[in-house]
Structures are given as structure tokens and as C-alpha cells.
């Protein structure tokens, strides 16, 4: 039933300002842009993040970080970590190793938004599957 992470979308009152953050962090500027929303293709396997104007969120929507965490894989987590830190993102919670090889982290971007981190070996294996 479910195949795949198709978007990831978070919400910023100063959409302006959270587009530029993440196109400051991804290295790249949005793919697609309307008014309101904008989005980005990253990754492997080109997944798409969308920051979307928090007006268009849906009522009752809460502004407070909370809710699911997407854990996106990362090769080097620390320096992960320092990056967003860097650029003002707020750390929620510390490098944490959850199993052999699974370590995860995460943090809040300055528009209030869960970010996870983390190394995964069950990403690598498939990824490196579907390049052979």
C-alpha cells in the first residue's frame, strides 16, 4: 500500500525566509515555486520537500514542533548536526544510537519544524542495490 516517501511538507509563517534557509542548507534553490509554496528535489532519490506558507495550513493545525519526525539519511551525522545548528536550527534531540548502525538525531529549523538526521544502514544496502 504505501510505496515510497513521495513530499515532505512543513509549514513557515515566514515562508520567504524558510525557503531561503533550506536552500542555503540543501545547497540547491527549489525546483517549483507558486506563491505560498515551494519545493525541493533531494537526495538520492530526489524526494521532495515542500515549505509551505503556514496560512495554508489546515484549522487547528499546531504551530509547536511535535508530530511525526521524517529521519532523512545522512553519511556523516555530527557534521550534520553542526550544519543546522550552524545555521540556527535548535537541537530537540542529541545523537542517540538506537540499534547497530541506526544512530539518530534532530532538531527544530528556526520556523518551528522537526528535522531528523540519521545514519541508516538498511538506506545504504537498498541504495546500493538499485545501483548495481
Request: proline share 7%.
Amino acid at each position: 500500500m504505501l510505496r515510497g516517501l513521495a513530499t515532505v511538507n512543513v509549514y513557515a509563517a515566514d515562508h520567504a525566509a524558510a525557503t531561503r534557509w533550506y536552500a542555503e542548507l540543501l545547497g540547491i534553490e527549489p525546483y517549483f515555486q507558486r506563491p505560498g509554496y515551494n519545493e525541493f528535489r533531494i537526495g538520492d532519490y530526489e524526494h521532495e520537500l515542500g515549505i509551505i506558507d503556514r496560512r495554508y495550513a489546515p484549522e487547528g493545525e499546531p504551530d509547536v514542533p511535535g508530530g511525526a519526525v521524517v529521519n532523512w539519511h545522512v553519511d556523516d551525522l555530527p557534521g550534520a548536526v553542526d550544519r543546522l545548528l550552524g545555521l540556527g536550527a535548535t537541537l530537540r534531540e542529541p545523537i542517540t544510537q538506537r540499534g547497530e548502525g541506526f544512530v539518530t538525531a534532530s532538531v527544530v529549523d528556526p520556523f518551528g519544524n522537526v528535522l531528523g538526521v540519521m545514519t541508516n544502514p538498511h538506506y545504504l544496502e537498498i541504495l546500493e542495490r538499485d545501483r548495481s
